[in-house]
Nanobody, 124 residues
Framework: QVQLVESGGGLVQPGGSLRLSCAAD????????IGWFRQAPGKDREGVSC????????YSADSGTGRFTVSRDNAKNTVYLQMNNVEPEDTAIYYC?????????????????WGQGTQVTVSS
């Protein structure tokens, strides 16, 4: 069995912080670039961030740039998305995805594995 498992979502107040985790079950993330995506109700899924196997990170210009930080801990086979100063507009289901290769792919359809998502709700 191979899968990605997201965790860490929940209810948080505006301005608060949240750390999402993406853990691999059944395979090693060492050889995979990991992307974070989110989908709000009625909206298309959009990219948030991605981190290469070498730790080079990229951030979507319209998805939390400057407030989110992606990192990876290969020893724990886990990638994280640190969300700071969250806003109600950040409310969405957050997914992680893995693409075998060093660099982050240009298209979300190039990713090999997807997690089931974790709900993030930002509300006072």
């Amino acid at each position: 069995q191979v899968q990605l498992v997201e965790s860490g979502g929940g209810l948080v107040q505006p301005g608060g912080s949240l750390r999402l985790s993406c853990a691999a079950d059944g395979f090693s993330l060492d050889n995979y670039a990991i992307g974070w995506f989110r989908q709000a109700p009625g909206k298309d899924r959009e990219g948030v961030s991605c981190i290469s196997t070498t730790g080079v990170s990229t951030y979507s210009a319209d998805s939390g740039t400057g407030r989110f930080t992606v990192s990876r801990d290969n020893a724990k086979n886990t990638v994280y998305l640190q969300m700071n100063n969250v806003e109600p507009e950040d409310t969405a289901i957050y997914y992680c995805a893995a693409d075998r290769g060093i660099w982050c792919p240009r298209s979300q359809y190039d990713y090999d594995w997807w997690g089931q998502g974790t709900q993030v709700t930002v509300s006072s």
